[in-house]
């Protein structure tokens, strides 16, 4: 589900050199194969990539994609800018952002390191949470903050703003709080 074209060299067959471009990349097909099958998102990612390195590695890698949305499930639109190091072990964003519909995530910043994101959504369906013990009434949940440490421990750390959240019987028409969360 996808297509890659482009040139694949082995200059003085001592590096491994990858330039091309990747089109018509099933997001859905993606995410099952990172082991985030079910999720119910549906795009297509398009752009040119990069791989270099020597043959038995350690390989640098970049991409600077676009997701255009798709027609099944939930569309999403984006664009992602990233880079990675395997010798580093470093992956870094840089603008990147991913949408549906009613939310909107952007990221720049590198991964074991500090992640700035600013997030947006008037659909608590999209988020990865599920149970939560507040709606939306017309409303809307913003944050804006940093993830640092690794993705098996991140610490999180921001502003959350709320409009329209109703808990229980009570309707806040707005709320904030800083959060740490690790």
Do not use: C, H, M, W
Not at 29 to 41: D, E, S
Not at 70 to 88: F, I
Not at 129 to 143: A, M, N, S, Y
């Amino acid at each position: 589900e996808g297509q890659f074209t482009g040139d694949v060299s082995l200059p003085d067959y001592k590096r491994l050199e990858v330039k091309g471009e990747v089109s018509g990349l099933s997001l859905a097909a993606l995410t099952r194969r990172v082991n985030l099958g079910g999720l119910p998102y549906s795009g297509s990612i398009s752009g040119p990539v990069t791989v270099s390195g020597p043959v038995a590695g350690p390989y640098d890698a970049s991409a600077e994609v676009a997701i255009a949305p798709g027609t099944a499930g939930v569309p999403v639109e984006g664009a992602v800018r990233v880079r990675y190091s395997q010798s580093q072990n470093i992956l870094s964003f840089t603008d990147s952002y991913v949408a549906t519909p009613s939310s909107r995530v952007t990221a720049s910043g590198t991964l074991n390191q500090t992640i700035r994101v600013r997030a947006t959504t008037t659909r608590l369906a999209d988020l990865p949470v599920k149970d939560l013990p507040f709606t939306l009434e017309q409303g809307d949940i913003r944050f804006e903050g940093t993830v640092t440490g690794d993705v098996q421990s991140p610490q999180i750390a921001g502003r959350v703003a709320a409009r329209n959240v109703r808990y229980d019987k009570d309707l806040a028409a707005n709320a904030a709080a800083t959060i740490v969360l690790s």
